[in-house]
């Protein structure tokens, strides 16, 4: 496939780009590249690339910046992926979008599922709703959604909750860790690979959630991430209710990847696998 990679050097885009290179014909196109708020540019490289597949692993991810600034967050969110979707149009092309669980209010009491009616209550998680539907607008449209993402491609920043909490612990300081707030860790590694694998496999164009499999309070996971690591770490467990910030979180916003395993045909590692292989592989 002549893949063009939007986002590249970013956590997940690093990753994608690793599992990626070595099978298909892929085009980088980190943000000094393609800058993807100028349609325009995205229609001139798109045109010239004229790529087969279109990922689209950029994004504006401040979710608590996006209150004060969500011309920014819609910006690079929703209407880029409306501009990225028009050039899939142009060139009949796939394009694969990443979205978020922040679309959803967090009101569950069990893994959602794609057919559950997302409900988004911050700026940013409505900038991601709207490009979820900006880029059905391309012929074959895949909107996967990701979330807690650890781990990093090649060369890529290894961000995010699960590296502060697994980087405190190391260090011996007090984590801060939701005792309430339910997710689903994903390595970004396990993310791309179920990505590549959706794509060669022809899968059926439609939302996925791409997840590790499994979910547990932040507690859960920074324990096992301690036992992991053969220390005992010291916890400040805190509620979301306690904790203001300006942006509302998802308090139980775990995603089932039933339908993505489906498509795979196999299962997806848990989540607890994913973060024995992060611990191992970050080990230093």
């Not at 950029?58 to 910006?75: C, F, I, M, S």
Request: proline share 5%; with cysteine.
């Amino acid at each position: 496939m002549r893949i063009a990679l939007v986002g590249s050097r970013g956590q997940l885009g690093s990753a994608v780009l690793h599992a990626c290179r070595d099978r298909h014909d892929v085009t980088p196109l980190p943000r000094e590249v393609l800058d993807i708020a100028s349609a325009a540019a995205v229609t001139d490289v798109m045109s010239r690339l004229r790529p087969e597949v279109i990922i689209n692993c950029a994004g504006y991810n401040a979710v608590d910046a996006a209150e004060t600034h969500p011309v920014d967050a819609l910006q690079a969110n929703a209407f880029a992926v409306r501009a990225l979707a028009r050039a899939a149009c142009d060139l009949d092309a796939t394009l694969v979008h990443f979205s978020s669980d922040f679309v959803f209010d967090g009101r569950a009491t069990a893994p959602v599922d794609e057919q559950v009616a997302p409900n988004p209550r911050s700026a940013y998680a409505a900038s991601k709703l709207l490009g979820e539907w900006f880029a059905a607008d391309a012929p074959r449209a895949f909107v996967l959604r990701v979330e807690s993402l650890f781990g990093a491609g090649p060369g890529g920043p290894d961000k995010g909750s699960l590296a502060a909490i697994v980087s405190g612990i190391r260090a011996g300081a007090l984590v801060k860790v939701f005792g309430d707030r339910t997710v689903s860790p994903t390595h970004v590694g396990d993310a791309a690979d179920a990505t590549l694998a959706l794509l060669e496999r022809r899968a059926e164009p439609g939302v996925y959630h791409v997840v590790n499999s499994g979910f547990a309070t932040w507690q859960a996971v920074g324990q096992e991430a301690a036992r992991l690591l053969c220390v005992e770490a010291r916890f400040d467990v805190v509620s979301v209710h306690d904790v203001r910030l300006p942006a509302a979180r998802p308090q139980f916003c775990a995603l089932s990847n039933a339908r993505l395993t489906a498509a795979l045909g196999h299962p997806v590692a848990t989540w607890q696998d994913a973060l024995a292989r992060y611990v191992a592989a970050t080990r230093g």
